[in-house]
């Protein structure tokens, strides 16, 4: 069974542009979580997706986004990008809710760097 | 709110000794309680968790945990070190009488295994 997949693995912006990352969970799972994990912050918590649906969001401001597609396929948006925004961003995949009691399977991230 | 915290920033061990990397959390209710663990440049991997029943939870690699309810802890343990262990290590945990449905990471814990 594959794994989650995350495109694109690298990515280098400049201030003010705007991102759009993809991650594809493994086959059958219904929820995608996206968290930003940085040296001074550790890992937090952005948003999750199940069926579509935003069921949690974090403390992040409106520039970041996201939506979920009918084939759970989801996608992250930053716009208006900050020196601050660079780090990895990681989506993982399970097959109920990510507050449940399945694990989450992690993609490998994407590493973002805004210039 | 549920929180959990990792004490240590770092572990050292000699390989072939055993490991314990610690971890504590706050809930109001009974909780979900999950080990997770990155090598460099990769997502997070599922270790173990503890959802209910046995206090002593196995998982992969060798790795158990250990549910206190009454110290509120959960640490990681194996009875013998290895090199290849070395890697950054998660805790984290869901608060079941929490509306919120998302997990909650600790800070992490670097363990470093030398010969």
């Known amino acids: 069974k594959a794994g989650v997949t995350q495109t694109p693995r690298y990515l280098i912006k400049t201030r003010g542009q705007q991102v759009t990352l993809s991650c594809s969970p493994i086959?059958?799972?219904?929820?995608v979580s996206w968290y930003q994990q940085t040296p001074g912050q550790g890992l937090q918590f952005l948003f999750e997706?199940?069926?579509?649906?935003?069921?949690n969001k974090g403390n992040f401001p409106g520039r970041f986004s996201g939506r979920q597609f009918s084939n759970s396929r989801s996608e992250m948006n930053v716009s208006t990008l900050e020196l601050g925004d660079s780090a990895l961003y990681l989506c993982?995949?399970?097959?109920?809710?990510?507050?449940?009691?399945?694990?989450?399977?992690f993609g490998p991230g994407t590493r973002l760097t805004v210039l | 709110a549920q929180s959990v915290a990792q004490p240590e920033d770092q572990v050292n061990v000699a390989e072939g000794n055993p490991l314990t990397v610690k971890c504590t959390y706050s809930?109001?209710?009974?909780?979900?309680l999950f080990w997770y663990v990155q090598y460099p440049n990769r997502g997070l991997q599922f270790l173990l968790k503890?959802?209910?029943?046995?206090?002593l939870v196995k998982g992969s690699y060798g790795f158990e945990a250990e549910f206190n309810k009454s110290q509120t802890s959960f640490h990681l343990k194996k009875p013998s070190a290895l090199v290849s262990d070395s890697a950054l290590y998660f805790c984290?945990?869901?608060?079941?009488?929490?509306?919120?449905?998302?997990?909650?990471f600790g800070t992490g814990t670097r363990l470093q295994v030398t010969l």
């Open positions: 086959s059958g799972h219904r929820s």
């Open positions: 997706y199940f069926s579509e649906t935003q069921r």
């Open positions: 809930v109001s209710g009974n909780p979900y």
């Open positions: 993982a995949s399970s097959f109920r809710l990510a507050g449940g009691p399945d694990e989450q399977f």
């Open positions: 503890y959802i209910t029943g046995d206090n």
């Open positions: 984290a945990v869901r608060d079941l009488s929490g509306t919120a449905s998302k997990l909650t």
